[in-house]
């Protein structure tokens, strides 16, 4: 059974930085897309960044310059570094991969709040 588990998150001032992690445990094969979505309250779920299994890498924009994602395979995790974090960026932060079979596994949710 394939599990997704996010760990990182927490309450950060604006200005500030957090490391999101997501470890992938079980077999996943044929893996399309790993990213990251986040839904803030009261809204949609909308993804923040995206990357293929060949490095190509999509961004929001209101992401850009300030995460990036990272990955290591050894540990099969994938990471989402968040700097100059700003308040809007509060929201649960999901992990996901996509599997070329058309298969979608989701985490668990790891709470970001930027706030002073």
């Known amino acids: 059974q394939v599990q997704l588990v996010e760990s990182g998150g927490g309450l950060v001032q604006p200005g500030g930085s957090l490391r999101l992690s997501c470890q992938a445990s079980?077999?996943?094969?044929?893996?399309?897309?790993m990213g990251w979505y986040r839904q803030a309250p009261g809204k949609q779920r909308e993804l923040v960044v995206g990357i293929t299994s060949g490095g190509s890498t999509n961004y929001a924009d209101s992401v850009k310059g300030r995460f990036t994602i990272s990955g290591d395979s050894a540990k099969n995790t994938v990471y989402l570094q968040m700097n100059s974090l700003k308040p809007e960026d509060t929201a649960v932060y999901y992990c996901?991969?996509?599997?070329?079979?058309?298969?979608?596994?989701w985490g668990q949710g790891t709470q970001v709040t930027v706030s002073s």
């Open positions: 996901t991969i996509a599997t070329t079979g058309g298969i979608i596994y």
């Open positions: 079980g077999s996943i094969f044929s893996i399309l897309v």
